[in-house]
């Protein structure tokens, strides 16, 4: 399983991420010369990190800062996955309806399925429990 991208459906808000081939960095960096002396933690790397998580269908944590901010009810995230078989997964994961997930899978990577209706999603809206089910077996997660 390697990560290919995440994006959401408000993209000037929360810009695509590419997931390249080999090593990944993510870099934060301050580009106000003002702010270059405070401090260079909390500038989004863990966030980043936990995005990955809830698209992954972690499980839903009442701190974490997209359920103690209205501002993240109406965002969507989505998650493209390349399998071991060289296909791909999409992960739907609304903020709203963070109990359930969707899927689809496609064979051509960076795909934009923001706008994509229920029906053409090979599942929809999947309860946690089965989400989590179907996910492990679209990844063919066999080692975990």
Not at 5 to 10: A, D, G, L, R, V
Not at 105 to 110: E, G, N, Q, W
């Amino acid at each position: 399983m390697k990560l290919s991208k995440i994006y959401s459906n408000f993209p000037r808000r929360f810009r695509t991420v590419s997931i390249n081939e080999g090593l990944n960095v993510v870099l934060g960096r301050i580009k106000e010369v003002k702010a270059r002396d405070k401090d260079t933690h909390n500038l989004g790397k863990t966030l980043f990190a936990q995005m990955i998580d809830f698209c992954l269908l972690k499980k839903r944590d009442a701190d974490f800062f997209l359920y103690n901010n209205d501002r993240f009810d109406d965002f969507v995230f989505f998650l493209e996955v390349e399998t071991h078989a060289g296909e791909y997964v999409t992960v739907r994961r609304s903020v709203n309806e963070a109990s359930k997930g969707a899927f689809k899978r496609h064979k051509t990577p960076d795909q934009d399925f923001s706008e994509l209706p229920e029906k053409k999603w090979d599942h929809w809206n999947l309860p946690f429990d089965k989400a989590k089910e179907v996910l492990d077996g679209l990844l063919d997660l066999t080692v975990l």
